[in-house]
């Protein structure tokens, strides 16, 4: 969607309707990811694309009635349909594709939305794409990290991809989530796709040792964009880090400050210290403690390591309140003992601040499972 809003935009504010076709889900080897999108424009001109030119023509047509009908329709186009060679996806690939109207009376909010993804602000959008109730399908709930506007026609429903929506913005993540057709946790009929407007949050791991390995791995998998940074050129290669986006060669601390002067660390950003090396650790966390707005901050040692590197962050002159803000030791007490198993007690301890979790086994809890 980020492709055609700008010409998406210009038609809204002029008060034009336009067919939106977004794809929803797709399946094996689909050409475009969910969130890609098509435009026909008030005179029938076309902007994006939805499968890379597989599709485009099925779902030009589909426009053309919408634009008339006002009715939304979700289409699947694949190897699996009778007409998938008809319409040209012979990829292999399966996609849904939804395409709604939107003008200024079914998308009252879109100018909102636009200004938020232009500023770099977080924003989800959820829009119902299947539901037994027809009237219902095209709703939509706008969703930012500390409010949200519109609904889906029940307030059950509201809640629960309110729940679900903002997990997903906080990964960058767009899908597609199944529900009863009142948002039922345990149901069909309901589906809603929620795209999401956010740049990936960041994680990064300082220290270049096999604890940092089994930790990049878990962090892209949870959806971060990993970084590994040590000054030491021979153990920072991207043959050790496969997993890592970027291996980086800097001193902790310098690298560090240079993110935070560009503008590359933000609310969502997570820290992991690995390197439990005094020469690299105390300038690092220095820096990263003074930072105002990072998610986590944690740092590897033993207790006696733990104690020693409060005192020289004390002496510093870092403030009671910012030597506060350090996980550490890092992680969740689970008795990891192995790289992978220590990178799970990170993650752990992460998910857990990131959403108020306690740290506690659900069975010996009480009340609602989500925080």
């Keep these: 969607m980020r492709d055609v809003l700008d010409k998406l935009l210009t038609w809204w504010q002029a008060g034009e309707s336009v067919a939106v076709g977004t794809v929803v889900a797709t399946f094996d080897s689909a050409p475009r990811p969910p969130g890609a999108a098509m435009l026909v424009g008030p005179e029938l001109e076309v902007v994006g694309s939805v499968s890379g030119g597989c599709v485009e023509g099925a779902v030009y047509q589909l426009g053309e009635e919408i634009l008339e009908s006002g009715e939304p329709v979700l289409q699947r186009y694949g190897v699996s349909d009778e007409s998938a060679f008809a319409v040209g996806l012979t990829c292999g690939g399966i996609i849904d594709v939804f395409v709604e109207k939107v003008d200024r009376t079914t998308f009252p909010e879109l100018a909102e939305v636009a200004a938020d993804i232009a500023e770099g602000r977080p924003v989800a959008v959820a ?6 109730d027809p009237a219902r399908v095209g709703r939509r709930l706008i969703i930012r990290p500390d409010a949200s506007a519109g609904g889906l026609g029940a307030d059950r429903a509201d809640d629960a991809v309110l729940d679900d929506a903002r997990g997903l913005l906080a990964n960058g993540r767009s899908e597609t989530l199944e529900y009863g057709p009142d948002g039922q946790r345990r149901g069909e009929g309901m589906r809603v796709f929620v795209s999401s407007y956010a740049p990936v949050p960041r994680m990064l791991v300082f220290g270049a040792i096999d604890f940092a390995a089994a930790v990049a791995r878990l962090g892209s998998f949870l959806g971060y964009r990993v970084t590994v940074c040590d000054a030491r050129a021979v153990f920072a290669t991207a ?9 980086v060669v800097d001193w902790p601390h310098r690298y560090l400050s240079g993110e935070a002067a560009s503008g590359r660390i933000d609310d969502r950003t997570v820290i992991c210290v690995l390197t439990h090396d005094p020469k690299f650790d105390v300038p690092l966390l220095e820096v990263a403690l003074r930072l105002p707005q990072v998610a986590y901050i944690g740092a590897m040692g033993s207790r006696r390591t ?12 870092l403030t009671e309140e910012e030597v506060a803000r350090l996980s550490s030791p890092i992680g969740l007490d689970l008795g990891a003992r192995t790289p992978e198993e220590t990178a799970v007690s990170i993650a752990a301890e992460i998910i857990a601040q990131r959403w108020g979790g306690a740290g506690q086994r659900l069975s010996g809890a009480a009340g609602p499972i989500h925080h």
């Design 239 to 247: 043959s050790r880090f496969p997993s890592a986006d970027d291996v």
């Design 306 to 317: 733990h104690d020693d590197r409060l005192k020289r962050l004390r002496e510093a002159g």
């Design 127 to 132: 829009t119902v794409v299947a539901h037994p």
